[in-house]
Nanobody, 119 residues
């Protein structure tokens, strides 16, 4: 099992910044990708950004150039730096860790942290 704990959400004005942090614990063997997803009211959960253990990154088109993702493999943490926030970034943000082991793929999720961007 992998346990994920997020922190750093809150309320910010449009154009502002927030930094989300996620700390993972438990059996990290086989964990490759870690990242952040979000679910806005009335919408499906979507990928925001992900990073592999080797540093490869993937971003949603809507956040490219505004958000960055970083990872500390030694500390098992992944951070999302969000700049130039827009009201449409308002959502619950979830930390994700994906484990691939013996041909099986498993996703682990944090409890979610609310990000609200006011106009």
């Amino acid at each position: 099992q992998v346990h994920l704990v997020e922190s750093g959400g809150g309320l910010v004005q449009a154009g502002g910044t927030l930094r989300l942090s996620c700390a993972a614990s438990g059996n990290m063997i086989g964990i490759n990708s870690m990242g952040w997803y979000r679910r806005a009211p009335g919408k499906q959960r979507e990928l925001v950004a992900a990073i592999t253990s080797g540093g490869g990154t993937n971003f949603a088109d809507s956040v490219k150039g505004r958000f960055t993702i970083s990872r500390d493999n030694a500390r098992n943490t992944v951070d999302l730096q969000m700049n130039s926030l827009k009201p449409e970034d308002t959502a619950v943000y979830y930390c994700n860790a994906q484990k691939k082991l013996f041909g099986s793929l498993s996703d682990y999720w944090g409890q979610g942290t609310q990000v609200t961007v006011s106009s």
